[in-house]
């Protein structure tokens, strides 16, 4: 026999009533109760409470597909000249095309004065160029994967119908600053 398990409107006392029970008095102040059962569920509350675990699983799957995207997002960030990590751009190809036109300069300057001086110019050169490559290959990665992520997340925006989700709206806002 299955109890539910409420409190008395008079004294607050602890009750247990069986299940399907209409009324019950109280033992502790003696006041005569009226037992509703709330836990009867029909079959538009099973809907509804289906619906609205779909809504907070989409949620869910939102939330964590971002916190995964900001952790992957760490692995494609390259060292700046203070030491201060950013995501590649743009700007570091141009540095780099920077670096390796000094470095020609260097070496046609060193090799023109003392030739055996060309040779850091040359080291130099083809470190800006293995590290232009490397910050081209990251900037490619970086590109490819914040592409999946914005489809990811677009469709489950989709599957999520933002109107019926309290207090969503909010949270993607945030998100979005």
Known sequence: MKLLATVCNGCGAPLEVPKGTRSVRCGYCN?????????????????????????????????????????QRQNFMVKGKDGEMSLPGKAHLFGTGFVVLFGLFWTVF??????????????????????????????????????FYRRSRQQILQDLDVNDAPGINDYLKDLSK
């Open 31 to 71: 006041t005569h109760l009226r037992i509703e059962d709330r836990h009867t569920e029909t079959m538009a509350d099973d809907r509804a409470d289906a619906s609205t675990l779909e809504k907070i699983r989409q949620q869910n799957d939102l939330e964590r597909l971002d916190r995964e995207w900001m952790m």
């Open 110 to 147: 060193a090799g023109a004065i003392f030739p055996p001086m060309a040779l850091f110019g040359i080291i130099f050169v083809g470190f800006a160029i293995f590290q232009g490559i490397h910050v081209q290959k990251k900037l490619n990665d970086y590109t490819e994967a914040h592409r």
